[in-house]
Each structure stands twice: as C-alpha cells, then as structure tokens.
C-alpha cells in the first residue's frame, strides 16, 4: 500500500473460506492493525490465511472508549482494517460511531468489497430486488416484534431480515400473524456453510417445514419476505369482502380478519381497517 492513515472496511467470508477476496487478503496482511469484533473468533480466520497482523476487538461495549485511541494511530500514518465477525462489516454490527468519528476527522474510508448476507439472499430469493428494505435483527420480546411488523405491513417493497436459531420459530409464527399466512417468503439458512438450505413456501409451509426436524431450526438464517401488494394496500378484492362479510356476521372483528386474512392470503391489518372504515 502506498498510502497511509486510512481505514478499511473489509468485508470476510459469511462461511466459505474460499469466498475471501485476493484484495481483502491483501489488505489484512498489509495494515497496521486489525479491529474486530470478536478477535478470537477473527484470529482463527487469520491464521488460516497466515496473516500475523495485530488485533484489537471493537465491540458495542467499548467502541466509544477505543475511538478516540484508534483515530489518533490512523492520523499519525497508520492503516487499520475494521471486519467483524463475518460478512461485510456494520450491517448490524458495531463499528458506527467509529467510523462516523472518522468521516469527521476527514480521514479516508476505503471499502473492501465481499460476502454479504443480505445480498446472497436476495439474490437467490426470486422476489423483486431493485428496491427492498433491511430490517436487520427483530425485537427479542414478542410485544415488540410484534409492533416492528405491524410497521411493515403495507410495505410494497421486498422485506429482509436475520433472525437467530433460538428465535426463528416465533418469528416466523408472528410474521404468519401479522402478514397473513399466504405471504411467500423464504428462508436462507448457512448460507455458503456445509448445510446451506435455501426454502421458500408461504408463513405456514415454513412453519410446517421448521418443525417437521429440529435440526431444521439450527444455524443463522435471513428471512427475506415478498413485499405486500399494492393493490391490497389500497381496497379489498369483492371476494375478500365477501368473506370477511360473512365471518363478520358470526365472529369479532379481530377474529374474522384473522381468519380472512388466512384464507385470502390478504394483510390481517389491512382487512381489520377496512372493517373499523
């Protein structure tokens, strides 16, 4: 490298080894210093590739405290290279206000292209993807995820998030609820690892596919849901009316767009705004 006092943001493999630029390796073993989130866990990638360059973690917990540190190596003529646990660094990981320090500090900040999660979804999910909207991790808390999706119903654009093993199954479950249980989505599961799974099916297919095997449930997924259509944004369909008619009669307002949402694949809250209209 012939310049110096930058900051490069490199983006590592998200489970193949092999998916490691020949630029971001270059990088790595070249600057003067490596922040990570996890360094243990970024020391093992290191060392596969023979690269001995120093560590210093910047997690959520002391990113605040090591900026100021870390600013002042750069403007003093040193490099350092910021990657996180896998993937391309900040999309949902900590290093924000490092970086925004730095872009006030008008100290150059260079990416260095790769594995990305969220676009290796996209790209195989078969849903529009010109425009689309990053959610990132729900609420862990059920009343919370709840009101996050409530948020999104209308959204006319494709819907992507990650969710974690423990939580895939509420998630989807909620979605099913809030989304209505016909919306297609799918489920990008280890992507590029041994057990990558790719599955797309409406709320309740995944549901069914989740729970058939527990093994099904493991691993990081991305969700990448199909966005509401425009037309059910806007008014009912005469058959969706005539079916939330005719459960309205016999059932509660809430149960009976529960109900015809699940039956015409329609948003729940878009049928219960139509019955309060």
Same mark, same amino acid.
């Given at each position: 490298?012939?310049?110096?006092?930058?900051?490069?943001v490199?983006?590592?493999?998200?489970?193949?080894?092999?998916?490691?630029?020949?630029?971001?390796r270059?990088?790595?073993?070249?600057?003067?210093?490596?922040?990570?989130?996890?360094?243990?866990?970024?020391?093992?990638?290191?060392?596969?590739?023979?690269?001995?360059?120093?560590?210093?973690?910047?997690?959520?917990?002391?990113?605040?405290?090591?900026?100021?540190?870390?600013? #002042?190596?750069?403007k003093n003529g040193?490099?350092i290279? $910021?990657?996180?646990?896998? =993937?391309?660094?900040l &999309?949902s990981?900590p @290093?924000?206000?490092?970086?925004q320090?730095?872009?006030?500090?008008?100290?150059?900040?260079?990416p260095i292209?790769?594995?990305?999660?969220?676009?290796?979804?996209l790209?195989v999910?078969?849903?529009?993807?010109?425009?689309?909207l990053?959610?990132?991790?729900?609420?862990?808390?059920t009343?919370?995820?709840?009101?996050?999706?409530?948020?999104?119903v209308?959204?006319?654009?494709?819907?992507?998030?990650?969710?974690?093993?423990h939580?895939?199954?509420?998630?989807?479950?909620?979605?099913?609820d809030?989304?209505?249980?016909?919306?297609?989505?799918?489920?990008a599961?280890e992507?590029?690892?041994?057990?990558?799974t790719?599955?797309?099916?409406?709320? #309740?297919?995944?549901l069914?596919?989740?729970?058939?095997? $527990?093994?099904?449930?493991k =691993?990081?997924?991305? &969700?990448?849901?199909a @966005?509401a259509s425009?037309?059910?944004?806007?008014?009912?369909?005469?058959?969706t009316?005539?079916?939330?008619?005719?459960?309205r009669?016999?059932?509660p307002?809430?149960?009976?767009?529960?109900?015809?949402s699940?039956?015409?694949?329609?948003s729940?809250?878009?049928?219960?705004?139509?019955?309060?209209?």
């Open positions: 490298m012939i310049n110096t006092g930058i900051i490069y490199v983006a590592t493999p998200i489970g193949n080894l092999q998916d490691l630029t020949p630029r971001a270059t990088i790595l073993d070249q600057v003067d210093l490596i922040v990570a989130e996890d360094t243990r866990h970024s020391r093992h990638l290191l060392n596969h590739f023979g690269i001995r360059t120093s560590l210093h973690s910047l997690h959520e917990h002391n990113e605040r405290q090591v900026t100021e540190k870390l600013l #002042i190596r750069v040193e490099n290279a $910021v990657i996180s646990d896998a =993937g391309t660094p &999309i990981d @290093g924000y206000y490092f970086l320090q730095a872009h006030v500090e008008n100290i150059t900040v260079v292209p790769g594995a990305s999660a969220i676009i290796s979804a790209s999910s078969g849903f529009p993807a010109n425009s689309f990053f959610e990132g991790f729900l609420p862990a808390k009343t919370a995820r709840k009101h996050s999706l409530e948020n999104l209308d959204e006319s654009r494709t819907l992507v998030f990650y969710e974690a093993p939580r895939i199954i509420d998630s989807i479950t909620d979605m099913a809030i989304f209505g249980e016909q919306r297609q989505a799918v489920l599961k992507l590029t690892k041994q057990f990558e790719i599955y797309r099916d409406n709320f #309740i297919g995944l069914n596919w989740l729970q058939a095997k $527990v093994e099904r449930q =691993g990081e997924f991305v &969700i990448v849901v @966005g425009p037309i059910n944004n806007k008014i009912l369909t005469p058959e009316e005539r079916v939330f008619n005719i459960l009669q016999e059932l307002l809430k149960k009976a767009a529960k109900l015809t699940e039956i015409t694949g329609v729940k809250n878009v049928i219960y705004n139509f019955g309060i209209s």
